[in-house]
T-cell receptor
Framework: DQQVKQNSPSLSVQEGRISILNCDYT??????FLWYKKYPAEGPTFLIS?????DKNEDGRFTVFLNKSAKHLSLHIVPSQPGDSAVYFC???????????FGKGTTLSVSS | NAGVTQTPKFQVLKTGQSMTLQCAQD?????MYWYRQDPGMGLRLIYY???????DKGEVPNGYNVSRLNKREFSLRLESAAPSQTSVYFC??????????FGPGTRLTVT
C-alpha cells in the first residue's frame, strides 16, 4: 500500500507561470519530507525539504508547503523555467529515521 | 570530489547470469542505499546500510544481496538474474537519513 502518493503523473505549465506539484501521505507519524528532481539519464538531486514543525519552507523560486491535518504537501515553483522540466519525486522519512519512502513522481513540462 | 559513482552504466544479462553492481562514495557518509526505478513505480528501496558492517532489507530485497565492503563502497549482487530485474538501479549515500546524494544509475536489461 502506497504511503506517499503523487496522484498527478504529469503537469504542463507555461514559462513564467506557477507550477504546483502535489503529494499526499498516509502515515501521520512521518515528520520530515523532501522533494527531489530528476533529469533523464541522471540520478535524482535533492531540491528542498520541510520538517513537520514548519508549514512552509522557501528556497529561491521553490517553496514547499505542509498541511499536517490534511497529510498533504505541495511544491510551488515560481516563476517556472524550461530548465525546470524534469520528474519531481516527493519523499518522506520513515518512522525509524533510516530510509526515505518515495512517491511515483510527477513529470513537469515547462514550455517557452 | 566525485560524489557517488556507479559502475557499470549499462549492462545486458541473460536470464540466470549473475553480476555485481558497484557503488562508491567519497563524502565520508555513513549510510548507503540501493534503489531500483521502474516506469510508473518511483524509487523503491532494495537494501540499505546504516553504517559500515551493517545491512538491512528495504521494500524489494528478493533476488538481491549486498555487501558493505568498507565505508566507501556498497555493492549489489544479482545471483541469478530474471527479466523482472530489468530496471535502472541507483545507489545513494547520506550523512543523515535524509538529503541523500544519488549516483548516475546503472541501466540493467535481463533478456
Amino acid at each position: 500500500d502506497q504511503q506517499v502518493k503523487q496522484n498527478s503523473p504529469s503537469l504542463s505549465v507555461q514559462e513564467g507561470r506557477i507550477s504546483i506539484l502535489n503529494c499526499d501521505y498516509t502515515n501521520s507519524m512521518f515528520d520530515y519530507f523532501l522533494w527531489y528532481k530528476k533529469y533523464p539519464a541522471e540520478g535524482p538531486t535533492f531540491l528542498i525539504s520541510i520538517s513537520s514543525i514548519k508549514d512552509k519552507n522557501e528556497d529561491g523560486r521553490f517553496t514547499v508547503f505542509l498541511n499536517k491535518s490534511a497529510k498533504h504537501l505541495s511544491l510551488h515553483i515560481v516563476p517556472s523555467q524550461p530548465g525546470d522540466s524534469a520528474v519531481y519525486f516527493c519523499a518522506a522519512l520513515n518512522q525509524a529515521g533510516t530510509a526515505l519512502i518515495f512517491g511515483k513522481g510527477t513529470t513537469l513540462s515547462v514550455s517557452s | 570530489n566525485a560524489g557517488v559513482t556507479q559502475t557499470p552504466k549499462f549492462q545486458v544479462l541473460k536470464t540466470g547470469q549473475s553480476m555485481t553492481l558497484q557503488c562508491a562514495q567519497d563524502m565520508n557518509h555513513n549510510s548507503m542505499y540501493w534503489y531500483r526505478q521502474d516506469p510508473g513505480m518511483g524509487l523503491r528501496l532494495i537494501y540499505y546500510s546504516a553504517s559500515e558492517g551493517t545491512t538491512d532489507k528495504g521494500e524489494v530485497p528478493n533476488g538481491y544481496n549486498v555487501s558493505r565492503l568498507n565505508k566507501r563502497e556498497f555493492s549489489l549482487r544479482l545471483e541469478s538474474a530474471a527479466p523482472s530485474q530489468t530496471s535502472v538501479y541507483f545507489c545513494a549515500s547520506t550523512a543523515v537519513s535524509y538529503e541523500q546524494y544519488f549516483g548516475p544509475g546503472t541501466r540493467l536489461t535481463v533478456t
